[in-house]
């Protein structure tokens, strides 16, 4: 299932033909200084963490670094663990088309709202939202984000700090721009009490992201064994970045309770983007339970 949008192809289009334009007006800009010593090549980013656990970031930062040794594409990593007090970061702040992890933000906007006017779900609501879910159902999605509309999500976004967070224009919930720092809060909002979800609302999503149909379990939950399981991926192909595979999940158990966001893009596969993810789910998981 592609997490895309009608008219993807011509906006594809468009933005390549805007990127060759670009490309010819950064041509024409490079004249005579070519003794001039060209800028050094910006230095790839690095894995940083931090851990009130003696030994552990610097573990983690080396094995996370290790799992993405020689993958193609770009990869932005979050990890946060309350038990250890140990966060990791990897372009944090990088901008991704959001896909369908986005439907994680849309259903804490249903709640968020729904707990505003003192009402619970509708049954209608309640279907549509679990399909889009536990199966990824992108009409069910459409639904819920016409629904909604655009002030009541960014009010949630206000009210999630999740300033980094661009709801997709006319409709395309699958464009929307997110972050690693963003969906970090948000998976930090839905595991811990807090005044913008109320303890009902988590428990659904959680309860929901459990129960996601097994051949879209793949991603951050890969490795883990002894805890408990949510999670919401996304995968979506396009003209520019080839194909974007995220996974957003939340783990609980073995002494940890911690949350993993790895977004990707200029995969040449779903399947590529996949194996990157799960490469470093699995040395997270490892490193935590040996913790």
């Known amino acids: 299932m592609t997490h895309g949008t009608a008219s993807e192809?011509?906006?594809?289009a468009a933005g390549r033909a805007r990127a060759v334009v670009a490309a010819g007006l950064g041509a024409g800009l490079v004249i005579a200084p070519l003794a001039a010593a060209a800028p050094a090549a910006a230095a790839?980013?690095?894995?940083?963490?931090?851990?009130?656990?003696?030994?552990?970031?610097?573990?983690l930062k080396r094995d996370i670094t290790?799992?993405?040794?020689?993958?193609?594409?770009?990869v932005a990593v979050g990890l946060y663990d309350r038990s250890t007090k140990t966060t990791c970061t990897l372009r944090a702040s990088s901008a991704f088309d959001s896909a369908s992890v986005v439907k994680v933000t849309v259903l804490a906007t249903l709640l968020w709202d729904a707990k505003k006017h003192n009402r619970y779900l509708t049954d209608r609501e309640a279907?549509?939202?679990?399909?889009?879910?536990?199966?990824?159902?992108?009409?069910?999605?459409?639904?819920?984000?016409k629904q909604l509309g655009m002030t009541k999500i960014k009010g949630f976004l206000a009210a999630a700090g999740m300033t980094q967070t661009k709801p997709g224009a006319d409709g395309y919930w699958g464009l929307t721009q997110i972050t690693v720092t963003d969906e970090q809060k948000l998976l930090k909002l839905v595991t811990a009490k807090n005044s913008v979800l109320s303890d009902n609302s988590r428990a659904y999503i959680l309860k929901l992201m459990?129960?996601?149909?097994?051949?879209?379990?793949?991603?951050?939950?890969?490795g883990a064994s002894g805890v408990s399981v949510a999670v919401k991926n996304g995968w979506l192909q396009r003209a520019t970045h080839g194909w974007r595979v995220h996974s957003v999940g939340a783990f609980k158990g073995g002494g940890h309770d911690y949350m993993i966001t790895v977004l990707s893009h200029g995969n040449s596969t779903m399947n590529y983007g996949i194996t990157t993810i799960q490469a470093v789910?699995?040395?997270?998981?490892?490193?935590?339970?040996?913790?």
């Open 66 to 74: 290790a799992a993405l040794a020689n993958r193609q594409g770009t």
């Open 127 to 145: 279907s549509l939202s679990k399909a889009m879910i536990t199966k990824s159902d992108n009409a069910a999605t459409t639904t819920l984000w």
């Open 9 to 12: 192809n011509s906006k594809g």
């Open 44 to 59: 790839t980013p690095a894995v940083s963490c931090t851990s009130a656990k003696a030994g552990l970031a610097d573990k």
């Open 281 to 291: 789910a699995k040395v997270i998981h490892k490193d935590l339970k040996a913790s």
């Open 210 to 222: 459990g129960q996601v149909v097994s051949s879209q379990r793949w991603g951050t939950p890969y």
